[in-house]
């Protein structure tokens, strides 16, 4: 009979053994449960470039991408078997169906997926791993596993229980579905292959077959001669990539990961040491040493404590060794003095770790890939490729003491290369922004390696063969498919952040196409903020803007003369307006070369309206005071006329509200403006008085500590009382009836 070693993808026990188990048997041929046409990678697996843990990922060549990931950690029963045949210069085989039927298949079930109706909760089946859990006295059958079968004394103890809970397992799972059709697939191929393999001479005693657990039992009846499906297939290639135990976590969504892969390593440490008890030692350890990495208090007597209470709770349980949740409530217990959240951050960094694996330069990639790592070293951003995240900040000024043309604009072709990533949507890349306040030449980026990333780039191998044609290829689908001015201004501005003419030409005469057509205010101001910064930028990254200066101006003038009407709105729709309107700002500040009085006219238009929304004039107010176009005395009398006893009270508390969106620090040096507040709030009712307490409340919502301060000198000067008294008073807590007041005014009725 062939010899069947059922596993568990990521088992320290299964690898351990299984490389026993091999040295016992000898065998002539050593057949892996693994899609065959990835057996080409394995010479680049053996190398002793490669460290785990890493994948190999199989993609489709058509559009929507399909992925099919195989991961390998140091502990994968796999990778341990393929370590031993090339060791041992042993015959090795895949047996699995292609990838390229895997990704058929995974298609077709997400397309079924698509069409078939919403299943009745009730009449859904439950997971055989949560009948596990159910029945298991831990309550978790990742528990059960580790306890059962991770802390097993030797191979045949490992062999059999594996294959006995496979066994178990296709004995609990449900024999009709898409899943079981699959399986059902996926094991008459895999059985062609056992028969192959003896036909082919080779005596099924000189034969190990290594596969899941949960499918030894249905390759037994590998003699049985069978005909073999019709398998559908999907145009794909595959390769080899770099991988991370945070990946290889149930956290990330790996369904055949497990819950803690640095602690398994552990695991794996302990069983190649001999030392039983070592994963456990060297957890609680490693628990306290994260504790003091982040200033927290963790003794050796606690960790000798934790120890002593995982062992007793191991057997409380059914065990003798000590398993993750054992360890985890021991160290809780002792270590976090019973507090969990006192001890998480060391047991993410001790469970999960940050481990990420690494392969020879030129392995097994795609014509992106080779790119992305040719520039990843000729820009000098290889130390970057970490799974710990970095802060890289760039000066895009050019470098006048640097030797080379290169060397001098070393930061600007960064830039230019992060930005290509990030509008490919990889998360290695993540602007946080300029470090200084109207810096232009100033960038800074965090940077952090993911598995993730990876497989974006792979994935971006369809949209171009270089990541500078990929990003082109993206901007313009962008634009292709833009239903919004403001999306093609973006692809502008992103095509000026990558430094692509071709780009930047094609969403240009998009963007010209589609100015001609009547956008609102919003629209109209936030595609005007994008290419203002486009210009702002222009000079920095040696572009030439000359295209988008007449967009911006026209863009502009429409903005400027439709304002007015797009502040006819409720209170809900002033908040997108007030942004507009403060960018809108902010472009004619940033550019010379647009008209200012345009926009200090239809700032006076709104603020002088009363048919608007008083929140929007207020902010206009706000707005030509901090650029000194309105007079102390105008603004007196604009206070007096909108905080008068004839103004409804929710109304004139609104136009204050909007006052205070800007320059706070102007309106509290106006002690006139003050003194109309508080005459105004004296000459409300009761009932006017609760009406305007909730937009007073809103507007001094975000206000600090000090501007509160500043606030009560001011009073303190107009009541004739110490300014330091009243700020006392001002920002003590409400009293009791203060509180049911303002609880109250929830169900206040104020007719709107």
């Not at 899609?35 to 010479?43: A, G, I, L």
């Not at 078997?81 to 090795?92: G, S």
């Not at 803690?260 to 060297?282: F, M, S, T, V």
């Not at 290509?420 to 990889?426: E, I, P, S, T």
Request: aromatic residues 10%; contains cysteine; proline residues 3%.
């Amino acid at each position: 009979m062939i010899n069947f070693f059922g596993i568990r993808h990521l088992s320290p026990a299964g690898a351990f053994y299984l490389r026993q188990y091999l040295d016992g048997i000898k065998p002539e041929l050593v057949i892996i449960e693994a899609p065959n046409d990835f057996e080409d990678t394995v010479q680049d697996i053996v190398r002793n470039e490669t460290k785990p843990p890493f994948a190999i990922l199989a993609y489709t060549q058509t559009v929507p991408v399909r992925t099919v990931l195989y991961p390998f950690a140091e502990y994968s029963p796999e990778y341990q078997a393929i370590l031993w045949c090339y060791e041992n210069n042993v015959r090795l085989q895949f047996m699995d169906i292609p990838s390229k039927t895997f990704l058929a298949l995974s298609d077709m079930k997400i397309r079924q997926a698509e069409q078939a109706d919403e299943i009745d909760e009730d009449e859904q089946r439950p997971d055989v791993y949560e009948l596990i859990s159910e029945k298991s006295i831990d309550g978790s059958h990742e528990t059960f596993w580790e306890r059962t079968l991770e802390h097993c004394e030797n191979y045949e103890a490992y062999r059999e229980g594996a294959n006995l809970f496979g066994e178990n397992i296709r004995a609990f799972s449900e024999k009709d579905g898409f899943d079981a059709e699959e399986t059902a697939m996926r094991e008459i191929h895999m059985r062609s292959v056992l028969r192959s393999a003896v036909k082919s001479g080779i005596s099924p005693e000189k034969i190990v077959a290594v596969t899941g657990a949960y499918h030894v039992e249905g390759l037994k009846s590998w003699e049985t001669e069978e005909e073999l499906p019709e398998f559908p297939e999907i145009p794909s290639l595959h390769t080899l990539m770099p991988y991370s135990y945070y990946r290889l976590s149930t956290r990330s969504g790996y369904g055949a990961g497990n819950n803690a892969p640095a602690y398994y390593e552990l695991i794996k440490d302990g069983l190649q040491k001999g030392d039983r008890l070592y994963h456990a030692n060297a957890y609680l350890s490693k628990i306290a040493e994260k504790m003091r990495e982040n200033g927290n208090a963790a003794s050796s007597a606690q960790v000798i404590e934790a120890m002593r209470l995982a062992c007793s709770l191991a057997k409380m349980r059914g065990g003798n060794i000590p398993t993750l949740r054992d360890l985890r409530d021991a160290a809780q217990t002792c270590i976090g003095e019973g507090s969990f959240a006192a001890i998480s951050v060391a047991c993410a960094d001790t469970e999960i770790g940050t481990k990420i694996g690494e392969l020879p330069d030129g392995v097994s990639r795609t014509s992106i890939q080779d790119d992305f790592y040719r520039l990843l070293k000729e820009l000098k951003l290889e130390k970057y490729r970490s799974v710990t995240s970095q802060e890289l900040r760039l000066d895009l000024r050019e470098n006048l003491r640097a030797s080379t043309e290169k060397s001098a604009f070393l930061d600007l072709n960064r830039s230019f290369f992060l930005h290509k990533l990030r509008v490919l949507g990889m998360n290695f890349a993540q602007l946080i922004g300029n470090t200084q306040t109207n810096a232009t030449w100033v960038e800074a980026w965090n940077l952090c390696w993911t598995p993730e990333s990876e497989i974006v780039l792979v994935e971006s191998a369809l949209k171009g063969d270089t990541v500078e044609l990929a990003a082109s290829f993206q901007i313009k689908e962008t634009v292709e498919q833009a239903q919004e001015m403001p999306v093609i201004a973006k692809a502008v501005d992103d095509a000026f952040c990558c430094g692509l003419p071709t780009a930047i030409s094609y969403a240009v005469s998009a963007l010209q196409a589609a100015a001609v057509d009547a956008v609102s205010f919003e629209e109209l101001a936030r595609t005007a903020f994008s290419l203002s910064n486009v210009i702002s930028y222009g000079d920095i990254r040696k572009a030439d803007c000359s295209a988008v200066e007449p967009i911006l101006k026209q863009l502009y003038y429409r903005a400027c003369l439709i304002m007015g009407s797009a502040c006819v709105c409720n209170d809900d729709a002033s908040k997108a307006i007030a942004e507009a309107i403060d960018m809108l700002n902010s472009v004619e500040l940033a550019q010379g070369f647009l008209e200012t009085e345009k926009w200090i006219t239809a700032l006076k238009e709104v603020s002088s309206r009363d048919d608007l929304n008083t929140k929007l004039s207020g902010l206009c107010t706000a707005i030509l005071l901090e650029r000194n176009k309105m007079t102390n005395d105008e603004l007196k009398t604009e206070v007096s006329r909108r905080l008068s006893k004839g103004v409804p009270a929710d109304l004139g508390a609104g136009w204050f509200e909007g006052l205070t969106l800007k320059n706070r620090y102007g309106l509290i040096a106006r002690l006139s403006l003050w003194e109309s507040l508080d005459e105004y709030i004296n000459s409300l009712d009761e009932e006017e008085f609760k009406r305007a307490l909730v937009f007073l409340r809103r507007a001094f919502a975000d206000f600090s500590a000090n501007e509160k301060d500043s606030i009560a000198e001011n009073l303190g000067e107009i009541w004739g009382l110490n300014g330091a008294q009243v700020s006392e008073v001002l920002n003590a807590e409400l009293d009791e009836a203060a509180k049911e007041m303002i609880d109250g005014l929830s169900d206040f009725d104020f007719d709107l």
